[in-house]
């Protein structure tokens, strides 16, 4: 495929140190995958925001233009997922049967947390599986958008083996979200959260289908989102150096979160960032000095 070969010289060439090309040959790049978005989806325009952007920074369409570090990320993406993707395709027969889904994910994200849950049967109100969380300090002063989306992001990666091989729709109040999943955002932190999701989704086959529905529809998310975890505590740092200085040292931290573990390596119960592991009990605890 002639878009292969153009990336694969791509990474040939900025392995090697350059990061100067002309703007037509990285426009003749993305025009190409553009081209595949019917059959690749919205992961597209997802996945060339970067690359875009430095087309756009040209002086002239002769003048080349230095590539950045997002976007030799991008090119690495593509290198490694067009075949698959192009190859996976599209299922015709479900274009316009987008409300054929196998779990709704209803999520809301407060300024205290984040919560939701997974139903097979909205009709019957099965609430077969809840989540929530609680953010830290610097999380919660990001803009709602940012915690809406990264609430969509931890359910991903915390249920990414029961949304493997699935549809997922995933129902949210916050009207961007929607859109960044399909188009990306020029805000970096938004499109790296994007990016992780929809990696995720190549990763374990999940085909995802978002839609704003409004904050009334989603009262018992919103309900969870507030909740607010009292058994989520923490043993002071100097116990721990003391308890560590005698039976340690503790190579992993079963039971906690990004914001309180004791060690370098931790498992928690839903996904935050930098888990080793979701559910400690999945995990062989044999090879370990653990702490939880």
């Known amino acids: 495929m002639k878009t292969e070969k153009k990336i694969r010289f791509l990474i040939d060439e900025t392995n090697k140190g350059v990061e100067f090309f002309g703007s037509r040959v990285l426009a003749s790049i993305v025009g190409q995958l553009i081209s595949m978005q019917i059959v690749i989806g919205d992961l597209v325009r997802l996945n060339t925001r970067y690359l875009y952007d430095c087309i756009m920074g040209r002086a002239s369409w002769d003048a080349p233009v230095k590539i950045c570090k997002k976007a030799i990320n991008e090119i690495h993406f593509w ?35 984040f919560g939701g849950y997974l139903t097979s049967d909205l009709n019957a109100k099965l609430f077969c599986k809840e989540m929530s969380g609680n953010w830290t300090l610097r999380e919660r002063n990001e803009s709602s958008t940012w915690r809406e989306l990264e609430c969509v992001n931890r ?21 961007n979200v929607p859109h960044i999943l399909r188009v990306g955002s020029k805000k970096q932190k938004l499109q ?101």
């Not at 192009?86 to 049967?97: E, M, P, Y």
């Not at 054929?100 to 205290?112: G, K, L, N, R, T």
């Not at 359910?155 to 009207?175: H, L, M, P, R, W």
């Open 192 to 292: 790296d959260i994007a990016i992780d999701i929809k990696q995720t989704c190549v990763d374990s086959n999940i085909n995802i289908i978002t839609q704003w529905v409004p904050r009334e529809n989603n009262t018992h998310a919103d309900k969870l989102s507030r909740h607010t975890d009292h058994d989520d505590w923490a043993i002071h740092s100097d116990i721990f150096d003391e308890i560590n200085s005698l039976w340690g040292p503790y190579t992993i931290d079963r039971f906690a979160t990004h914001y309180n573990t004791q060690c370098e390596r931790f498992n928690s119960k839903i996904w935050y960032p930098g888990t080793e592991a979701v559910d400690a009990f999945s995990q062989n605890w044999n090879t370990e000095n653990k702490i939880g």
């Open 79 to 113: 290198s490694i997922s067009l075949q698959k993707l192009n190859d996976a395709g599209v299922d015709i027969c479900k274009i316009d049967q987008l409300d054929i889904v196998d779990i709704e994910m209803f999520c809301d994200a407060s300024d205290v947390g």
């Open 155 to 175: 359910f991903v990666q915390t249920f990414d083996n029961t949304f493997s091989d699935k549809t997922v729709k995933i129902y949210t109040d916050n009207q």
